[in-house]
């Protein structure tokens, strides 16, 4: 049925074109001449371009270009998400720093313990060394 409904369309098509043909040579006028114009104009330029371009080097090219863009677009990507990971990082370790300060012995006590190893570091350079000379 639709190999049918196929050749009618193109019978009634070619019927169609015949009469259009008929009246145009009756009337010495063209009827639609403008688009018509225009279409043949287009028709002219694709064959032209169907004539002269190297389609395999045309494909070649524009899966060349879209292979960078693509590479770019994933380095563009990769370094967005590492960079999003650096600051989530940066933040977590400054809270952790924060959070050790709070959390850390009071100077007073320290600061006996910076003291007292003073001193015995002071002590220790009044000391006359013990160690033998060897020659």
Known sequence: MANLLFILTTLVLLLGFFVLVGYEERRGIRVFASARMRLDQQVVRLAFIFAHVDFGAFFLDEIHRFAVRF???VAHLSLLVVRAIERLLTRTIRHLRTQRAVDAVPRENARGYVKTL??????LKATPSEVPDIQ
Not at 118 to 123: E, I, T
């Open 71 to 73: 590479g770019h677009d």
């Open 118 to 123: 003073s001193d015995f570091k002071g002590r």
